[in-house]
C-alpha cells in the first residue's frame, strides 16, 4: 500500500457542542448529550464499514466534575442507558469495549455494570474505547511512576502503562463544533496523529461526517518527522 492510500486503525473523536446544538433548538441540555448518544450508537455501528479497528470517544473527563450536579447525574444517566441497551448489540456485532480513565471510581453500580460488559465484549474484533473520568496529563504521571517502579523510564515503558498500551497507534483526532484544542485527551497518543477539526456540533455528527474524515486522513502524507 502506498503512503497516500493509507487507512486509519486508531481513531479518537472529542465529542464536543451537545449544550450549543440543544441551545440552538430552545431545548434543555439533556437533548443534546441524548442526541448524542444516538450519535454515537450509529458511529458504532458504521465501524464494519470501515477499516477502523479502534474507535476512542471522550465520554466524560476529570474536568467534567466541575459541570452543575444534575448534568453530571444527566450524563452518567445517559452512560448507564447506553450499556445497558447497547450490550447486547456490542456483543453481537463483535465489539469489544475498552475503558480509559480513572473509572473505577465512578458510582458502585456503574462500576458493576462496566465490568460485566467488559467480560461479556471482551473476545470481540472491533474495539469500542470510552474515556470515563478521563484526564491525559494524569494518565502521563501514573504511568510514569508505574514505570518507574518497573525499571528505567523510557518512552517505551511509559507507554507500555497508559490506558491505551493494547490499542493501535492513534492515527487520527477527530473534534467537533469547531473548537480547536486537545482539553487533555490523548496527549501522549496524539504525537504523530493526524486531526481534523470540523464545525459539526456532534449530535449532527453521522458516519458520512467520519468516512470524510477518513477520506481525508487518507490523502495526508504522514512524515513522522522524518521527510
Ligand atoms: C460535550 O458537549 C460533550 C460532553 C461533555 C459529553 C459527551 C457525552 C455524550 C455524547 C453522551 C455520553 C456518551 C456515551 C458514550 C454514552 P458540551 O456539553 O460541552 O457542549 P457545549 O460545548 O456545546 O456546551
Not at 498500551?165 to 482539553?183: F, K, M, Q, Y
Not at 477539526?197 to 449530535?203: G, R
Amino acid at each position: 500500500m502506498s503512503e497516500k492510500q493509507q487507512e486509519a486503525r486508531h481513531v479518537a473523536i472529542i465529542m464536543d457542542g451537545n449544550g450549543r446544538w440543544a441551545k440552538r433548538k430552545h431545548l434543555p441540555r439533556v437533548m443534546g448529550h441524548r442526541k448524542g448518544v444516538e450519535a454515537v450508537r450509529a458511529l458504532v455501528r458504521s465501524l464494519k464499514d470501515t477499516p477502523v479497528e479502534c474507535l476512542t470517544l471522550y465520554a466524560f473527563s476529570s474536568e467534567n466534575w466541575k459541570r452543575p450536579e444534575d448534568e453530571v447525574d444527566d450524563l452518567m444517566n445517559l452512560m448507564r442507558k447506553f450499556i445497558k441497551s447497547d450490550l447486547p448489540e456490542f456483543i453481537a456485532n463483535d465489539v469489544k469495549l475498552h475503558i480509559l480513565g480513572d473509572w473505577r471510581s465512578l458510582a458502585p453500580d456503574i462500576v458493576a455494570m462496566l465490568e460485566d460488559a467488559l467480560a461479556q465484549t471482551a473476545k470481540g474484533s472491533r474495539t469500542l474505547a470510552v474515556a470515563l473520568n478521563y484526564g491525559a496529563q494524569a494518565e502521563i504521571a501514573a504511568a510514569a511512576r508505574l514505570a518507574a517502579k518497573q525499571g528505567e523510564v523510557t518512552e517505551e515503558s511509559i507507554a507500555a502503562n497508559l490506558y491505551t498500551a493494547d490499542l493501535p497507534p492513534l492515527d487520527l483526532l477527530i473534534r467537533t463544533s469547531g473548537e480547536v484544542r486537545l482539553s487533555n485527551f490523548l496527549l501522549w497518543q496524539a504525537a504523530y496523529a493526524e486531526m481534523v477539526f470540523t464545525e459539526i456540533l456532534w449530535p449532527d455528527f453521522t458516519p458520512a461526517h467520519l468516512m470524510d474524515a477518513l477520506d481525508q486522513f487518507s490523502g495526508r502524507e504522514r512524515r513522522f518527522g522524518g521527510r
